[in-house]
Every structure is written in C-alpha cells, then in structure tokens.
C-alpha cells in the first residue's frame, strides 16, 4: 500500500507521543461490551467482580463510536462466547476458577457467555449497525480462532482504535495480538475499564512504556480533537 498522503492524517495526542489517525485505514475495534460483563447476572458476576465498575465506558465510547461513524471509519465490535454445544470451548477455560456458575450454565440473561443467549449480546448503547462486522471470539484476544485479521487486511486497515473491556484481560490480549501482526493501536484509556483500577491503570501503562512498547494510549477527547469533533 502506498504512504499515505500527510495531509490526510490527523494527529492525536496520546502517549508517549502522538498517534498518526488516518481515518481510511483506521478501525475502531470495540471489544466485548456484552451484558454478560456489564450487567448482573452475566459471566463477569459469576467470576465474583462488581460489574458495576465497567460502566463508566459505556458513554465515552457511545461518543467515539458515533465520531468513528460520522468520520467514515471502519467498526468492529467483537463478543467473547461459545457455540451452544460448548465445542469450541477449551476444558482449561470452562474448568479455571472452580465457580459455581460456569460458561454455558444457566443464568439470569440465559447461558453464560453463549452465543444468541441475552447476556451474550452487546449493551444497546453501542449497538452494532448495519455493515459493521461483529467478530465473535472464543478467546480473550480478538485475532484468536477469529477472521477478525483477514478482514482488516481486506479493508486496507493497519492501525486500530481500541476500546471495551477489561483492559487487562482482553483488550489487552487483544493489542499485544495486533501488535505483533503490524498494527498500531490507540487505546482510549476512558473508553476501557477494569474490574481492578489499579490492573486498568498498570494495563494501560504497559502499552505505553518503553517508547509505546504496544502501542498508544490517550483520552477519548483527545481523539475526538483528532477528528475534528472535539
Ligand atoms: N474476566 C475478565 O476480566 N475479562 C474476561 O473474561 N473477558 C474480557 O475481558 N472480555
């Protein structure tokens, strides 16, 4: 692919230095803001967490989603689940943490973390539209067992936007994934969220450091600046 031309890239500040948005070859890739993680009675409950602590990046990203939209960027939006039949459910997973609500058991929004159940479905403030692609996932990365790859590769895309939950754990798996395919990703620190602050804040701060040893990180307004939306 060619360089892009300068004048079509617009800058945001983030850290350690600032990200080259390019809108034609950017996605904003929105990972696993399911109710089976936002809500009570879904996997992130029965994992013991206060589900409650992931909401406050339900509007930030309802923001960047519809800036994305409106700039003509490529969205994903990605869900963590399984086939009904759990076969594509690694033993190491549905047995780890030994709780007494497992993956597939029933519960409040249905089965947990099953695909076409309630709680699998995304919150309806970031309800996916028409045209964007919706990766489910069996792993807590997106490229993983996904043609999540083939896609972005498909649509000219080499840097991603990232946000959803939690940063630690899939958002996390997920960049160090694109990192090593030859992506730059951006992670909106307000736009992500953990069940532990403290993990969401070191989280963030290994993307970060060591020159951006992952990729970058910056506040949801400072893409919005970026897009001219700010
Ligand atoms: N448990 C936890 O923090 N996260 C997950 O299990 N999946 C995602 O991060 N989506």
Redesign the pocket.
Known sequence: MPEPHTADVRPVRAEPYEFPLLPATTALVI??MQRD?LEPGG??DA?G?DVSLLRAAIAPTAAVLEAARRAGMTVVHTR?GHRSDLSDLAPAKHRRGNFATKIGDAGPMGRILVRGEAGHGIIPELAPVAGEPVIDKPG?GAFFATDLEAILRGRGIDRLIVC???T????HTTVREANDRGFDCLVLADCTA??FPEFHAAALAMIRAQGGIFGWVAPSSALLAGLGDG
Request: proline share 0%.
């Open positions: 990972i696993d993680f996997f992130g994992l967490n963590e807590k959803g939950v939690t630690e754990v899939c958002v953990s069940y």
